[in-house]
């Protein structure tokens, strides 16, 4: 092989320095809580054209394809694949270690890159296959990404094939513009098939970076915690592991926050512990200051998290989750914060 082109090598470190920071960008930020129908289909644009793991693995099938005919036939596998996974463990509630799943997505963007290495083959049934397979890991990660919005169960189908129908636009839109970019870039680089293996060697170097990242990332995450929250000898809060009794009855609570001496929704509460929430529950005396920053706190965020009084606990504070608890003595916010953003974060790496 010739040595790549200045251009060409600019682009291969940028792909390679760019894998691991975006690593975890698979991500979907909020809460899909008060969210409608029709606003989880630009919710699945956004998903796509900020997913790099699917616009790379795009970018290889387009790549290997060569043709608009072949790759609008590949990327319907592809499309197959992700929309039965994304529909069928949305609705059924799967829940799957989501680094797990972005691990072996980056690892199919070192498939289809090294497919291209290899260059074009002259039977596409079995790469045909492979990206039907792919297409439908990359659907399990869709799937546990949407989960962690906490989709009310009213209206779950219509909103999860809303969500698929914006992944499947925004996919569209990135299909055109890559093949577009590729045909004319092809039609102007004097060695476009050695420019070509340049591209696909970024994408393979970008692919197994990203995969150890995660790797790497997801072995530190697990590595054990303190009982007691904070860094001060004195912390007032202590956190232990509990599994509480979820509810299969009630459905979504009304609203996130209830006032001193409203009644809390137990039922609701249960259950929505077993969708990822934060249950918080706060002494019915908390002073009128505390009452405010927890309920500036619980209104003002976009996770889910749910807060009310009760009338029998000691604590100031008590954090519950489907895994663990964390009980204050003092009103402590600061502690509070850290314990809900822990669990989401543990909640959006699969670990629950």
């Given at each position: 092989?010739?040595?790549?082109?200045?251009?060409?090598?600019?682009?291969?470190?940028l792909l390679v320095l760019l894998a691991?920071?975006?690593?975890?960008?698979?991500?979907?930020?909020?809460?899909?809580?008060?969210?409608?129908?029709?606003?989880?289909?630009?919710?699945?644009?956004?998903?796509?054209?900020?997913?790099?793991?699917?616009?790379?693995?795009?970018?290889?099938?387009?790549?290997?394809?060569?043709?608009?005919?072949?790759?609008?036939?590949?990327?319907?596998?592809?499309?197959?694949?992700?929309?039965?996974?994304?529909?069928?463990?949305?609705?059924?509630?799967?829940?799957?270690?989501?680094?797990?799943?972005?691990?072996?997505?980056?690892?199919?963007?070192?498939?289809?890159?090294?497919?291209?290495?290899?260059?074009?083959?002259?039977?596409?049934?079995?790469?045909?296959?492979?990206?039907?397979?792919?297409?439908?890991?990359?659907?399990?990660?869709?799937?546990?990404?949407?989960?962690?919005?906490?989709?009310?169960?009213?209206?779950?189908?219509?909103?999860?094939?809303?969500?698929?129908?914006?992944v499947e636009l925004g996919q569209l839109?990135?299909?055109?513009?890559?093949?577009?970019?590729?045909?004319?870039?092809?039609?102007?680089?004097?060695?476009?098939?050695?420019?070509?293996?340049?591209?696909?060697?970024?994408?393979?170097?970008?692919?197994?970076?990203?995969?150890?990242?995660?790797?790497?990332?997801?072995?530190?995450?697990?590595?054990?915690?303190?009982?007691?929250?904070?860094?001060?000898?004195?912390?007032?809060?202590?956190?232990?592991?509990?599994?509480?009794?979820?509810?299969?009855?009630?459905?979504?609570?009304?609203?996130?926050?209830?006032?001193?001496?409203?009644?809390?929704?137990?039922?609701?509460?249960?259950?929505?512990?077993?969708?990822?929430?934060?249950?918080?529950s706060y002494r019915a005396d908390l002073?009128?200051?505390?009452?405010?920053?927890?309920?500036?706190?619980?209104?003002?965020?976009?996770?889910?998290?749910?807060?009310?009084?009760?009338?029998?606990?000691?604590?100031?504070?008590?954090?519950?989750?489907?895994?663990?608890?964390?009980?204050?003595?003092?009103?402590?916010?600061?502690?509070?914060?850290?314990?809900?953003?822990?669990?989401?974060?543990?909640?959006?790496?699969?670990?629950?």
């Amino acid at each position: 092989m010739k040595p790549t082109g200045p251009g060409a090598m600019r682009a291969t470190c940028l792909l390679v320095l760019l894998a691991p920071a975006t690593a975890h960008g698979h991500g979907i930020g909020g809460s899909a809580t008060d969210k409608s129908t029709l606003e989880f289909v630009p919710l699945g644009i956004e998903h796509m054209l900020l997913g790099w793991d699917h616009l790379l693995f795009i970018l290889g099938i387009v790549l290997l394809a060569g043709s608009p005919l072949r790759s609008a036939k590949l990327i319907s596998l592809f499309v197959a694949g992700h929309s039965t996974t994304l529909i069928v463990a949305t609705v059924a509630d799967w829940r799957i270690s989501a680094t797990l799943v972005d691990v072996c997505i980056a690892l199919s963007v070192v498939f289809i890159a090294r497919l291209g290495l290899r260059g074009r083959p002259k039977d596409f049934f079995w790469p045909g296959a492979a990206i039907l397979g792919f297409g439908l890991i990359h659907g399990l990660g869709l799937a546990t990404r949407l989960l962690d919005l906490g989709i009310p169960d009213d209206g779950l189908v219509a909103k999860t094939i809303a969500f698929n129908a914006g992944v499947e636009l925004g996919q569209l839109a990135a299909v055109l513009v890559m093949f577009a970019l590729v045909t004319l870039l092809a039609s102007r680089a004097p060695d476009w098939p050695r420019v070509r293996r340049t591209i696909s060697g970024a994408l393979a170097a970008a692919g197994l970076i990203a995969a150890g990242v995660l790797t790497a990332t997801s072995l530190a995450d697990d590595s054990p915690r303190a009982d007691r929250v904070g860094d001060a000898e004195d912390a007032s809060c202590v956190q232990r592991d509990a599994r509480p009794q979820l509810s299969g009855a009630g459905g979504h609570p009304a609203r996130k926050f209830f006032e001193p001496g409203e009644r809390v929704p137990q039922e609701d509460f249960g259950h929505v512990l077993g969708d990822g929430w934060v249950i918080v529950s706060y002494r019915a005396d908390l002073p009128a200051a505390d009452v405010a920053a927890l309920r500036s706190w619980i209104t003002g965020s976009d996770v889910a998290i749910g807060a009310g009084p009760s009338v029998e606990q000691t604590e100031a504070l008590r954090l519950r989750t489907a895994r663990r608890e964390l009980s204050c003595e003092r009103f402590d916010e600061a502690q509070a914060r850290a314990f809900a953003d822990a669990w989401f974060a543990d909640v959006r790496a699969g670990r629950f």
